[in-house]
């Protein structure tokens, strides 16, 4: 049986820093802290970042959320960590959490969930009987 050395209990800091419309290209770009190997030291092995349009569902079910692709490799614990989700609908309300794990197996906590709502980008009809 798999015995657990060690748990990554620290959570991880999620802030929504910016939210940009590039196109038709919805983008959020998220930032926290990298947490470590062992609690908060050292340095992790991978993320994982998942969001749903749902907070209960994905604080309840963290696996059930849509993985987000293309993640960089965790920094040493305390260092600042950035990336920009795209390909989200506009005008849309999104929950994002991360969970890190170890070399060996071992998952952090789900992170606090942040909450961001997409840029809305369907313009008013044009009006028509101005006189
Ligand atoms: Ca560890």
Same mark, same amino acid.
């Given at each position: 049986?798999?015995?657990?050395?060690? &748990? !990554? $209990?620290?959570?991880?800091?999620?802030?929504?820093? +910016?939210?940009?419309? *590039?196109?038709? $290209? @919805?983008?959020?770009?998220?930032?926290?802290? +990298? $947490? /470590?190997? =062992? /609690?908060? &030291? %050292?340095?992790?092995?991978?993320?994982?970042?998942?969001?749903? #349009? =749902?907070?209960?569902?994905?604080?309840? =079910?963290?696996?059930?959320?849509?993985? &987000?692709?293309?993640?960089? =490799?965790?920094?040493?614990? %305390?260092?600042?960590?950035?990336?920009?989700?795209?390909?989200?609908?506009?005008?849309?309300?999104?929950?994002? +959490? !991360?969970?890190?794990?170890? *070399?060996? %197996?071992?998952?952090? *906590?789900?992170?606090? @969930?942040?909450?961001? @709502?997409?840029?809305? #980008?369907?313009?008013? +009809?044009? !009006? $028509?009987?101005?006189?």
């Amino acid at each position: 049986m798999f015995k657990v050395i060690a &748990v !990554i $209990t620290a959570l991880l800091c999620l802030i929504v820093v +910016a939210c940009k419309l *590039e196109g038709q $290209t @919805i983008s959020v770009n998220l930032t926290w802290t +990298a $947490t /470590g190997d =062992d /609690g908060m &030291v %050292g340095t992790a092995t991978a993320y994982d970042l998942r969001y749903d #349009l =749902d907070s209960t569902a994905l604080a309840n =079910d963290f696996s059930g959320g849509t993985p &987000v692709m293309g993640l960089p =490799d965790p920094k040493p614990s %305390g260092s600042a960590e950035s990336f920009t989700v795209v390909g989200l609908l506009p005008n849309t309300t999104y929950f994002f +959490a !991360i969970k890190a794990v170890d *070399e060996a %197996g071992n998952w952090s *906590e789900i992170s606090n @969930i942040v909450r961001k @709502i997409t840029p809305d #980008l369907t313009s008013p +009809a044009a !009006i $028509t009987d101005l006189q």
